[in-house]
């Protein structure tokens, strides 16, 4: 644990302790560093910048305001410019997928987890190869731009008996392991990465999510294929000048959407007041994650209804439209499609390997569809 002074940011000295099983040790953030005090009594008379936890098995950490994380590995606490702490987490991949698929899929179908596993297997190599983060103390974040991760406590043993039947599995295009997207539920319109994101991505095409002759979208079941939320204007103008004006009132004054993909989710969006800005709409839908949270505005495919003091908003699918629908996956997953068959539905020209081997093709499962049939 290096020491701070209250000149000197680092020092080389290190001290260390040994807690015994049920042990806690206290940190707390001071002037002049990180303080550490043991709940046997034991207080440690320096400060320090960085505080390194390395468990033989799994330990919690207890934030305050926040849910405990059940841990394991390395774990370094580190003391930023600004006074406030950066936790990294060291484990391997494998616990990382296990945890972040327990936490996000809806869906109790082996095959559609299975695919789950695949699919967040992939995007966690894939995530480290390109380094996403790679001015960063880590390889990897906790949100949806890497991967969710809120500790082990919540791997569910479906999950575990799972991945040790697609062992190492990722998918593969042109030689490289996928970035795959993914989304909650896309209600029912897929858009591709060219027309979201302005990258022309072959894996990711702009598909209708159902199989025809077999009924309803795939999704359909989700709660967020179809949703409604009414803002009150003084809500938008608070978004506006919050998020895009420093605070300052009466700089934007309304936003018009100011253009469409073919699936019709708003891809731009203009700002209007005293000068004009345009975002593109993933920007905009995420900046408003950020202010009225990820269950206000789900998606940027809807419509809008004006009244006289709101807007109603009348939309589809939740998330940023691009890649797997969890939900829609589920869907294909109860119309018997296996868990290869399903990505190969949403991502297109993939194969899947295992340890730089290709994986042999499921055995069909019976009734179920060929993944060409979209």
């Not at 680092?10 to 002049?32: F, G, P, W, Y």
């Not at 207890?62 to 006074?83: C, H, M, V």
Request: hydrophobic share 35%.
């Amino acid at each position: 644990m290096p020491q701070v002074s209250g000149s000197e940011p680092l020092m080389s000295k290190e001290d260390t302790c040994k807690l015994q099983e049920e042990e806690d040790i206290a940190l707390q953030v001071t002037h002049l560093g990180i303080m550490a005090q043991t709940s046997d009594g034991a207080e440690f008379q320096n400060s320090f910048s960085k505080i390194v936890i390395e468990a033989e098995d799994i330990f919690n950490l207890e934030i305050f305001n926040l849910a405990p994380y059940i841990l394991s590995g390395k774990l370094e606490i580190t003391l930023q410019d600004d006074r406030t702490l950066s936790f990294v987490n060291e484990i391997s991949v494998g616990e990382l997928v296990k945890a972040s698929v327990s936490e996000f899929s809806p869906s109790p179908e082996p095959e559609a987890n299975k695919a789950f596993l695949v699919m967040a297997r992939s995007r966690a190599i894939a995530g480290k190869e390109m380094r996403r983060h790679a001015s960063d103390s880590f390889d990897l974040c906790n949100t949806y731009h890497c991967l969710e991760f809120n500790g082990l406590g919540g791997i569910r043993d479906l999950i575990r008996i799972l991945d040790r039947m697609v062992p190492n599995e990722v998918m593969i295009a042109n030689g490289k392991v996928v970035f795959p997207h993914f989304q909650e539920c896309c209600g029912g319109k897929i858009s591709s990465m060219k027309n979201i994101y302005g990258i022309d991505d072959p894996v990711h095409q702009a598909i209708d999510d159902r199989i025809a002759g077999e009924g309803a979208e795939n999704c359909f079941h989700s709660p967020s294929f179809r949703w409604t939320r009414e803002f009150l204007q003084e809500e938008m103008a608070d978004f506006l000048a919050v998020s895009y004006a420093g605070g300052s009132s009466h700089v934007f004054l309304r936003w018009d959407p100011i253009k469409t993909d073919p699936t019709e989710r708003i891809t731009e969006v203009r700002l209007v007041g005293k000068r004009k800005l345009k975002l593109s709409g993933t920007e905009f839908l995420q900046t408003s994650w950020e202010h009225f949270g990820v269950n206000a505005l789900k998606s940027m495919c809807f419509t809008l209804e004006p009244m006289r003091r709101a807007t109603i908003f009348r939309g589809k699918g939740r998330g940023l439209g691009v890649g797997l629908c969890l939900y829609g996956a589920d869907g294909l997953a109860k119309k018997n499609f296996n868990y290869q068959d399903i990505l190969k539905f949403y991502y297109s020209g993939i194969h899947l390997e295992r340890d730089h081997q290709p994986v042999a093709d499921a055995p069909q499962i019976q009734g179920s569809k060929s993944s060409g049939a979209k």
